[in-house]
């Protein structure tokens, strides 16, 4: 274990901490009599708090994020060398590891030609959206502006970005919000009277079709969807699903916006969530896990198609694609997305996501095994969830309490995990993992014994 910040240090931090620091998702109240959680080191999977304490991150960053793991000074070295030669200019001009990660990116991603560069997964996000509104006023006289989401999905903080979220308390008290957005069902099976047909997977697709043909294919610019819904409970495809909705967006002219800021990078144990469905998307955005956290990147790419959309003579002096991100122009992000990637293929963990995930996924159904409250284990390579619930028959599930109650006690046995937090007015009941692709058996078999001892304890 790490020695602590020496005393006055320790303190000064902290009540600095208090007094100034607006947390992320948290209420402060209980901080007037209790200190906040200060994080200053990481190695591997493990950080070590300022008071000295390690814990074991089976959520990669607590969102998702730190894919290579903690502690890679090959990548911090990376962005030094880049910012000390050249930080930032805007992407209006272009900067030598711009060109080159966009270049290794394309290559893993067949069917895609185009990568524009901002800061975060929202606003990866948005670029796409002002994609489609703006060829809506190009081509469509505005009509084919709409933009389906999906109940359960999310897509990011901004006011826009939550306008096509699919989480009700993540929404609340934030509207009134973008008009234009409209939402479709979900597709978890554990959840619908018909989750055990075998066409589940098509008959929630060809939910969206109807959806489409309610508000009018003239209208409908494009669909935005999880390739695997995160936030909203770990929730896979069910077979036959995007066959179907790409064959929907196909026949009504409708683009396929594919969000991976949280599967993107490795996560499902390919480069790509929806490769694994065989799906070929008009958009694809990316965040967290491009550079692991070590510097703020996101991405917007697209096909050649679309992007040609966007060329036109220059006396057009409106018919280019008028959007900038003042972060996107930092070099230091795609100089850590390239040693990111170096890492992942040199590494072989997109191997190592595949056999660590199934035997998470096999440690989980023992579980479940003895555990009743385990309704449902779901996911793909290291990206998993177990939806807790109080009666495996009639699925209810817990109250929110509980799942937090569970993800406190694994805190204090020195394990991280996640749960679904304030999304849902029923359903913040899944606890999810996301260890970094480097996890080993021994760090599995730690964080599914914490999860065990955290499920006695409320049974107890």
Known sequence: MNKPV????????????????????????PLESSDPMVIVEGKGLRVTDINGRQYLDAVSGGVWTVNVGYGRESIADAVRDQLAKMCYFANSAGSIPGALFAEKLIDKMPGL??????????????????????????????????????????????????????????????????????????????????????????????????????????????????????????????????????????????????????????????????????????????????ASGYAAISVTATTEDLFSEFLAEPSDKMHYFRDISTFGGCAGGPAAALENMRIIENENLLDNVVRMGDYLMDRLRELKDKHAMIGDVRGKGLFVGAELVKDRQTREPVDESVAASVAAHCLQQGVMIGRTNRSFVEYNNTLCLSPALICTKDDIDEIVAAIDNGLAAQAG
């Open 6 to 29: 020496t005393g006055l240090e320790n303190a000064k931090i902290i009540s600095e901490d208090k007094a100034h620091v607006w947390h992320h998702l948290s209420q402060h109240k």
């Open 113 to 290: 030609s185009r990568v524009y560069y901002s800061n975060s997964g929202s606003e990866a996000n948005e670029k796409g959206y002002k994609l489609v509104r703006q060829l809506a006023a190009m081509k469509n006289n505005g009509e084919k502006h709409k933009i389906l989401y999906r109940d359960r999905d999310y897509h990011g903080t901004t006011i826009t970005a939550l306008s096509s979220t699919g989480q009700l308390q993540r929404k609340d008290q934030y509207g009134p919000f973008t008009p234009g957005f409209v939402e479709v069902p979900h597709c978890l099976a554990y959840h619908s009277p018909n989750g055990d047909d075998p066409d589940f997977g098509v008959k929630s697709a060809r939910e969206i079709e109807k959806v489409i043909l309610r508000e009018g294919p003239d209208t409908v610019g494009s669909i935005v969807l999880e390739p695997i819904t995160a936030g909203g409970g770990v929730i896979p495809p069910p077979e036959g699903y995007f066959d179907t909705v790409q064959e929907i967006c196909k026949q009504y002219g409708v683009l396929l916006h594919i969000d991976e800021v949280v599967c993107g990078m490795g996560r499902t144990g390919k480069w790509f969530g929806y490769q694994h469905y065989g799906v070929r998307p008009d958009i694809v955005t990316m965040a967290k896990g491009v």
